[in-house]
């Protein structure tokens, strides 16, 4: 080791079985340089199986990990047969219950898949993933028995029976090794026609030494084969998850790659071979004989030592550890010299670029270039989310790490609004010329702002009603009747809060400004800060209808009309009800009596142990549910919120623990809504607050915690759609049936934890339980069943579908 602290692995290979049914000319297992398979049991033993799980239990334990990935692998896994594999399974579940996630994938070609695999891997959650090259024809130049005979019918009947819809939710995708031979349209579209959530384009193993096949002369042949699939799949609208061009796209916005074949991210990975050993990745077979080998294993080393050998150690580091071609290459950070095993050439090891280079190299720059506005929108939404994160939301779930990055995806989504609001609203002819200066005047201190103190606009651009009012506004200009009307608030003051928003970033950023904002319903508003409510009108003062607002050092000065008031800076920051003392226009304070009184009136937080999230009851946009806002709260009111919001929250800590973390890192603001008549406890959450829930007081507090657990299920899924379509947007009812089946996902939980409390209310609880698990089962079967799910939709909801199952 070289002193770096060692990053642990959470992704584990396990060999169950080291033969092969098929005798495919491409695979890198049998036919590459390295034959150490020849020397190993074909089956995995049980005491390696057993070993090797208390290996990576320790592991575990030593470096707190709350996940792990089991990928069984080959040969052939399914080989290992039924009973075989429900032995490392249980083998496996038993060393890690109790101590992390533990999520088990199996690769394999299909041949043998039935009925009976497909029920041992619906009883234990285990994902499949197939190997099919595209159509008969793609498919038989390479995956044959080895009597030559074709396995592509046994393939699709195994993917058939996968994309079914009993076991859909076990279907992960296809892995598919590219033959620059093959039409790369026929195979993206034989591809296709298997509904596969996922697609693995995979560049086949070579090296230079052992070169891929190319026509003489050309040297992007690869490139032009993928260039084509990724025209066409964005041409399609992404109707598929494409793991190599997802990557790619994730990769250019500052993302993370989803395959260790592209990108910087460090190796996190061991392959453990039926004998016990430690190896390094398999696509190392195809350097030389005995590449990936560690010469440690499962009965004398622990898995840290198998991260200290150095050939693992040497891809840790990110572009450090690349060649120097590579440290100065313009796309590395995407590329990332492309795949360890293929940068090997005899004398050199592994210190070159990519036998690919010129192929990557070409590939990320077309894509870069072809990245229309939608693409760069989701490109900037975190496009990516890993896969762990994906699977943890659609099991109902989602942990910190993954709420986090819904979080990021959603703030750099609505940084994109402001700019859409400015540019579409001089573009606007209906626009007065009055609104467009003060757009102007806005958006040139917001990108002052925005240079002097970048945290102060992501700040305020990531508040949860910003979308709200950005959504109006183009709502609004897109229509005929731009300038009419939309309630009592005119277009002119819709667009006038653009300067509100940079007012509030200017004060947040401690920068200089001078900003006329819109008074709305009679106030001030600055977003996430309070607003200021003058007179006892809620028209404006006389007919006014526009503050200034100077904003300086230590102060902050508003401008209404022939009254002038002042307010203190860091109290306006620190959430202080700080009195709005009367001035004269230039600052000096006005002679007691001659103003009118105004209110400063901050935003209020609710705390609890490790959360903290603010009580929304002023933005002017917050009434965006079918259900109407409650005003302002009187200081007892929310000392009852405070209540209740702090024993709901403890009620969610210790019996709702898994929805805790999502909710301290995402839940970032509560809006009261009005009581609902007969005491109903009304709640709701929307596309356009991403991180705030909305509900009434309820009485119970347990009621409360159910409620923002319940809602939260709707931002989160409410983010996963922003980014995937899961569904065909034409069936204008999919969503709420799939958002009503997601939120009750968690009411179900919700009630059965309660069921096994033993309180005093043991026995309705055990009675709902059942009814929303029968409720929400016949829901998500119905979403299943509607024929309008896209195939990431139909994975989704078939994680869903599991999740049900399981809570029984
Ligand atoms: S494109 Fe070539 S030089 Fe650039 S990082 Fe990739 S392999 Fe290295």
Known sequence: MDGRALIPADQFVLKVHSRCDLACDHCYVYESADQSWRGRPASVPSGVVSRAALRIAEHVKTHELDRVEVVLHGGEPLLAGVAGLRAVLVELENALHGLCRLDVKIHTNGVLLNEKFCELFSQHGVGVGISLDGDRMANDRHRKYRDGRSSYDAVVRAIRLLSGDRFMHLYSGILCTIDIANDPIRVYESLLELDPPRLDLLLPHATWDAPPPRTAGSATEYADWLIAIFDRWQADGYPVRIRTFDSIIATLAGGDSATEALGLAPVRMVVIETDGSYEQADSLKVAYDGAPATGLGVFTHSLDSALEHPGIAARQHGIADLSAACQRCPVVSSCGGGMYAHRYRTGSDFDNPSVYCDDLLKLINHISSRLPHVARNRAQAGHVLSEDAVAELASGLGGAETIGQLRQGQRSLQRGLPVAVYETGLSVPAVPPSAKDLLRTAWQALALADRDGPDAVNAVLGLPYLRAWAVRCLGRLGRS???????????????????AVAAAAAIRGRAHARLTVPLIDGSVHLPGLGRLTAGLTVSGADGETQAVLEIEADWVRVRLGADGWRLPRPRMLAGDPCPAEPCTPDGAPAVTGTARPAVWEPVRVLTAPGIRVTLEDTDPYRDCYQWPAAPRLTDEEFARWQRAFGLAWREIQEHHPAYAPALAVGLTALMPMMPAPAGADVSAAARQGFGAVATVLPDNPATLALLLIREFQRVKLGAVLDRYD???????????????????????????VRAGLGQHDRAEAAERYQYWREHTAAAIETVAGSGALTPLGRHFVGQMRNAIAVSG
């Open 481 to 499: 009747d731009a300038a009419g009307g939309d309630g009592d608030r005119s277009l002119s003051a819709d667009l006038g809060h653009l300067g």
């Open 726 to 752: 899961l569904f065909d947007p034409a069936d204008s009812r999919l969503e709420e049936l799939l958002d009503g089946a997601y939120a009750n996902l968690a009411v179900t939980e919700f009630w059965r």
